[in-house]
């Protein structure tokens, strides 16, 4: 078996940004997650998201799983084909696409559309464009994120470039929270960013991929990870800190709590720091 390495370690000096904008990002408290990190050979998330986490700590192994079949089929299309497919998102980040026609048109493109490679790219232009960065989908599964208005969106493309050579010692699977974890063996470590508990009705952003996440979901997730400890693989769990989450987490290990910043409401004089828990089992 490989050496174990040490991955809680600071923050790296020039961490690295995701390509997508995501909210929940965990990119700004890389300094919080990272430290409570334990050592293993393998990081296993099952809820990828921007895969800010996965960019930035240190394993010789990854197993990222998302519910999300667009982001997964993204990430796979973008290890696989690097410059290539880099180069064919390019081509929609031009003057033109940014006006509010062509992005509603574009939209009904990516939600009609079930050609992998044009579907990803436009899921990245979508993302880019769209407002706030939201990735939200209706009840039929179709694309819903109104126009962005952003002046001049950015092309990320040398944080692609950067994900495409980090994701050759990584796998991405469509799959749900239990089915990940179920394939967690010894010297793995899982990492959660599940959908957060919501602190009020009007902060409930659940519904990235269809289904949403009920606190029944939050319940089994957090049964999930006492059973994985039981095994001798350790779980690291991010969410809102409530009353709630502090209940169904109480045999963790242990937890650290600490304020962070929301950005994600629409509403500016909104965006208040909120209380966030990392509890770990082990």
Known sequence: MAPLRKAGRPTPPT???PFLKWAGNKFRILEHILPMLPEGERLVEPFAGSAALFLNSDYDRYLL?????????LYNLLKQEGTGFIDYCGQYFIPRNNQEKRYYRLRDQFNECDEPRLRAALFVYLNRHG???????NASGGFNVPFGRYKRPYFPQKEMFA????????????????????????????YCDPPYVPLSPSANFTTYSAGGFSLDDQQQLADLAQNCAGRNIPVLI???????????????????????????????????????????FK
């Open 131 to 137: 407002y706030n960065g939201l990735c939200r989908y």
């Open 163 to 190: 994900f495409h050579q980090r994701a050759q010692c990584a796998e991405f699977l469509l799959g749900d929270f239990e089915q990940t974890m179920q394939q967690a063996r010894t010297g793995d470590v899982i």
């Open 65 to 73: 799983s998302d519910s999300n079949a667009d982001l997964i089929s």
């Open 238 to 280: 991010s969410n809102h800190n409530t009353a709630y989450t502090r209940k169904i987490y109480q045999q963790a290990n242990k937890n650290k709590r600490f304020k962070v910043q929301r950005y994600i409401s629409c509403n500016g004089k909104k965006r208040n720091s909120a209380g966030e828990i990392l509890a770990l």
């Open 15 to 17: 961490p690295q940004r």
